[in-house]
């Protein structure tokens, strides 16, 4: 059984930053990847950030140099920094938790940027 949960969503207005947090607790092993997904109304769920345990990372384009990814393996913890947000970064955030071959998902958090 593996939990995720997340906090750090809310309302910023373009240019603004925001940082999400997750922390993933039960069996969650050491060799896997976290990161995070992000759903826009009326849009497929889309990958935003990822980082393995050895710290390897993937961003989408177009939050290359705005976001940044990093992990406290210790703390099970993942953390995405979002910088010079904008109005099309709205949606809903998941933290995502990749191990042998499973996803677990948070349950999501608001993002939205608007003025």
């Known amino acids: 059984q593996v939990q995720l949960v997340e906090s750090g969503g809310g309302l910023v207005q373009p240019g603004g930053s925001l940082r999400l947090s997750c922390v993933a607790s039960?069996?969650?092993?050491?060799?896997?990847?976290m990161g995070w997904y992000r759903q826009a109304p009326g849009s497929q769920r889309e990958l935003v950030s990822i980082?393995?345990?050895?710290?390897?990372?993937n961003y989408a384009d177009s939050v290359k140099g705005r976001f940044t990814i990093s992990r406290d393996n210790a703390k099970n913890t993942v953390l995405l920094q979002m910088n010079s947000l904008k109005p099309e970064d709205t949606a809903v955030y998941y933290c995502?938790?990749?191990?042998?071959?499973?996803?677990?998902w948070g349950q999501g958090t608001q993002v939205t940027v608007s003025s």
């Open positions: 995502v938790l990749l191990r042998l071959g499973r996803n677990y």
């Open positions: 980082m393995t345990s050895g710290g390897i990372t």
């Open positions: 039960g069996s969650i092993g050491r060799a896997n990847s």
